[in-house]
C-alpha cells in the first residue's frame, strides 16, 4: 500500500495506548520503514521494479530494523518495549502490502519469491479512509483514542477477512466455468464482488473478469504465446526486461513490426486490468535488428 496508508497505520497503532516518550516517533518510522527502498527509483523505473519490496520487506529486515530502532530509542532504558512497538509497526506494513495485488518477497533473503494474497488492490480507499477518520476522532476525542483505535483494528481485519473470503469463493466459481490448471484472481479498485483473473492452460491465456453477483465470467482478451522468435531472445538482454521478468509471474510477449523498426511488447497479464501501457516493458529495433532503445513503464 501507498505511503500515506501505512502512516495512518502507523498512527493507528499507537493511539491503541503507546504513550511513552518518543513511542509515536519509533511507531511512525517503523510504520514506513520498509518503503525507504523507493530510494531506487533514482535507478530508473525498472530498477524499482526489482528492488521494490524486497530486502525491507522480507523477514530478516523485520528482525534487524526493529532491533536498530529499538536500541537507539531505548539505550538508556525500555529496549524492549521499544523494540516491541517497531517491531508490531513494522510487521503490519509487511503484511498490509502482502495483501495487495502486488505482493512483497517477504522471506527474503531466504526466499525471494514475490508472495501476494491478491486481496486488495494497490490502493484502497476504504482503509486509507478508514484509518484517517478513525486517527481525526481518536485526536478530537482523546479519552476514547484507545476503544476507537480497537475498533477501528477490529473493523479493517474483519474487512481483510470479508475481502478473503469473497476472493475464495469467486475463485470457486471461476473453476466451476473455466478449465485451467492456473488460475489468478486480482482485485479490482472499488469493487468487492466483481474480480479480475488470468488463467493458464497449455501455452494459452485467458484474461477478464469474474463477477459473482451476476454470476457471469467476461474473457476480455485470449492470449497464446510464442517465444521462439529471435526479437524476444534479444529483447531478454536488455535491463528492463529482465527486471520485468524477475518481477513478472504471468508475462506475455508480442511483437509488432513496420517498414521502419520492431517492436517487442512486454505484458504483466495480472496488471492488464487498464487499457494503458501498465507494467510493460519495451524495446525497440531497427531494420536491421539493432537495439535502438527499451524501457519500461508502470
Known amino acids: 500500500m501507498d505511503p500515506i496508508t501505512h502512516s495512518l497505520a502507523g498512527a493507528t497503532i499507537a493511539n491503541l495506548g503507546f504513550k511513552r516518550t518518543a513511542a509515536l516517533l519509533v511507531i511512525l518510522l517503523s510504520a514506513v520503514a520498509p518503503d525507504f527502498d523507493y530510494v531506487t527509483r533514482l535507478w530508473g523505473a525498472d530498477v524499482f521494479l526489482r528492488y521494490h519490496r524486497g530486502i525491507t520487506h522480507g523477514v530478516l529486515a523485520l528482525l534487524v530494523v526493529p532491533t536498530i530502532i529499538g536500541l537507539i530509542a531505548g539505550y538508556r532504558k525500555g529496549f524492549f518495549y521499544y523494540f516491541f512497538i517497531a517491531f508490531l509497526s513494522y510487521a503490519v506494513h509487511l ?3 502482502l495483501t495487495t495485488q502486488y505482493g512483497t518477497r517477504i522471506l527474503s533473503p531466504l526466499d525471494w519469491e514475490l508472495y501476494s494474497l491478491d486481496l486488495m488492490f494497490i490502493i484502497d480507499p476504504y482503509i486509507t479512509i478508514g484509518l484517517l477518520l478513525s486517527v481525526i476522532l481518536c485526536s478530537v476525542n482523546k479519552k476514547k483514542a484507545t ?3 480497537v475498533t477501528t483494528v477490529f473493523l479493517v481485519i474483519t474487512y481483510t477477512g470479508g475481502r478473503y473470503y469473497l476472493h475464495g469463493k469467486t475463485k470457486e466459481f471461476l473453476k466451476e466455468r473455466l478449465e485451467a490448471h492456473t488460475y489468478k484472481l486480482c482485485p479490482l479498485p472499488n469493487d468487492f464482488l466483481r474480480w479480475w483473473f488470468v488463467v493458464r ?17 467476461c474473457v476480455h482478451e485470449t492470449y497464446k504465446m510464442h517465444n521462439n522468435n529471435p526479437f524476444i531472445e534479444m529483447s531478454k538482454k536488455e535491463r528492463a526486461v529482465r527486471n520485468f521478468l524477475y518481477f513478472a509471474k504471468y508475462p506475455y510477449v508480442e511483437i509488432k513490426s513496420s517498414d521502419k523498426m520492431t517492436t517487442v511488447i512486454w505484458r504483466e497479464l495480472s496488471f492488464t486490468i487498464r ?22 513503464t508502470f
Request: no cysteine; net charge negative.
Open 147 to 149: 476503544l476507537i483505535a
Open 201 to 217: 492452460s497449455g501455452n494459452e491465456f485467458k484474461v477478464g473478469s469474474a463477477d459473482l453477483f451476476t454470476k457471469r465470467i
Open 95 to 97: 503484511f498490509m502490502d
Open 275 to 296: 487499457p494503458e501501457d501498465h507494467f510493460v516493458a519495451k524495446v525497440y529495433f531497427d531494420k536491421e535488428g539493432k537495439i535502438i532503445t527499451s524501457y519500461f
